[in-house]
């Protein structure tokens, strides 16, 4: 029973050490990624950087950056950055007037979203595509999808896109079905939601979108400039400057139409505005590019260092799996002879008591044989006669030293310490 006992408590220990170790090769494994990790440039600083390159009207960049955002996004599964990365890059398109991969990127962003149902980005998607397929002038597709996007802005309640919706769908009728019903309901309705948002630009937006329906389609050059003069106003305390450049210019042909020599004073206007506008545009633009040609500097030492840090983060990881791999060749190996060892100590206790047990069993069949057989003697001494007395007095002498030699080689082979347990 003894062995068996032993062995019981000997196997839990050995697997409780064993998950221990493990638990600390698996702490040291997350420990060594966490560090190579770190030198990985994270998919928000990407994003950040392709926002300033766009804030700062630097689109090429800006659409490079977004890519990479995008393909880093594609590897890590995240199909919420996939989709924002797919818009702005359709929006960097739409400025690069590359309006075929504009197309191209809305329709990815779309696909992401529905697939992955990012309800969030939905009505954003609609509306690019809307606005793309009304300057291509793709009345039925233009249509589809800005409706689609009216119908989700109308449930978040963002009224200034709602407004700027409707305000280029009624450019689009104007320009193409003159479908006067139509014109006017969204006009109503970009004005309407303009209101809502209190949002001067989308306010001044739709009003040169009643001036446009006034001049072209209705002919009323009077009703034209009170829209055009209002949207001016609304255009200067918004201070949106392209839209100032385009009331002044609107306002002079209406003005020209209506033979006010005022015309003239707004032509002027518009020449200085888009003069100032040029000049400040022109000396945005070398600023632009001097930074451009620093910024692609930058960018040339950043990719060699990127390279370097990548070779050295390999590096890292090659030398991070030979230490562990050695660990977990060491803890193995000492486990094994750790067994081994408890093994042999295991088959040594179960010899010994196999031994004690053939000793006890020898002592038995030998000693206690012999002093049965004196008692036995002893018993019956008094009945025989003299000669057959002497004979088995002798008998029992004989048996009492042949018991006394038999303990006594035994106690000798215990006290001996040249006998070793194996020889015993």
């Known amino acids: 029973m003894y062995h068996i ?12 050490n064993m998950m221990k170790q493990w638990r600390i090769i698996f702490g040291l494994c997350l420990c060594i990624f966490s560090l190579v990790n770190a030198y990985a440039q994270s998919l928000e600083t990407i994003l950040q950087q392709a926002k300033k390159f766009y804030d700062e009207n630097n689109y090429p960049l800006s659409q490079e950056k977004y890519l990479k955002a995008f393909k880093q996004a594609e590897k890590e599964n995240n199909p919420s950055v996939m989709a924002r990365a797919s818009l702005s890059l359709a929006r960097c398109y739409y400025f690069l007037n590359d309006h075929a991969n504009a197309f191209k990127w809305s329709y990815n962003a779309l696909h992401i979203i529905q697939k992955h149902r990012i309800d969030t980005l939905l009505s954003q998607t609609y509306y690019y595509l809307g606005a793309l397929y009304i300057e291509a002038k793709k009345v ?14 109308q449930k978040e309640k963002d009224y200034s896109r709602l407004s700027q919706t409707y305000s280029t769908l009624a450019q689009l009728h104007i320009i193409t079905s003159k479908d006067v019903t139509s014109i006017e309901n969204m006009i109503d309705s970009a004005e309407k939601y303009a209101k809502m948002a209190e949002n001067k630009a989308m306010m001044g937006f739709a009003a040169s979108k009643r001036f ?10 009077e009703e034209a400039l009170e829209h055009i003069n209002k ?69 040339r030492e950043n990719q060699l260092l990127q390279q370097e840090n990548k070779l050295n ?48 069993r020898d002592l038995h069949d030998n000693v206690g044989g012999q002093l049965s057989y004196i008692l036995y003697s002893l018993d019956g001494i ?28 035994t106690i000798w082979a215990i006290s001996d310490a040249n006998i070793n347990v194996q020889d015993f």
């Not at 006992?5 to 409780?16: A, D, G, K, N």
């Not at 000669?387 to 038999?406: A, F, H, L, P, T």
């Open 212 to 221: 446009n329906y006034c001049f072209f389609i209705k002919k009323d050059y």
């Open 5 to 16: 006992h032993q062995q019981h408590i000997f196997v839990p220990l050995q697997t409780r």
């Open 313 to 360: 983060r390999l590096l890292l990881f090659v030398i991070a799996v030979l230490v562990l791999l050695l660990i977990a060749l060491g803890l193995w190996l000492y486990n094994r002879n750790n067994l081994k060892k408890k093994q042999h100590e295991l088959l040594m206790l179960q010899s010994l008591q196999h031994d004690k047990e053939r000793i006890a």
């Open 382 to 409: 008094n009945d025989e006669d003299k000669e057959k007395r002497n004979d088995v007095i002798e008998s029992i002498n004989q048996s009492v030293r042949s018991v006394i030699n038999s303990l006594r080689e």
């Open 231 to 299: 949207a001016e106003k609304l255009y200067l305390e918004a201070g949106s400057r392209e839209a100032i450049l385009n009331a002044f210019r609107g306002k002079a042909e209406c003005l020209i139409m209506l033979r006010d020599t005022a015309a003239r004073t707004y032509m002027l206007k518009w020449f200085a505005f888009k003069d100032s506008v040029f000049q400040a545009e022109k000396s945005a633009n070398i600023a632009k590019y001097e930074t451009l040609f620093e910024t692609e500097k930058k960018d």
């Open 140 to 153: 039925d597709s233009a249509k589809k999808y800005s409706f689609k996007a009216i119908e989700l802005l």
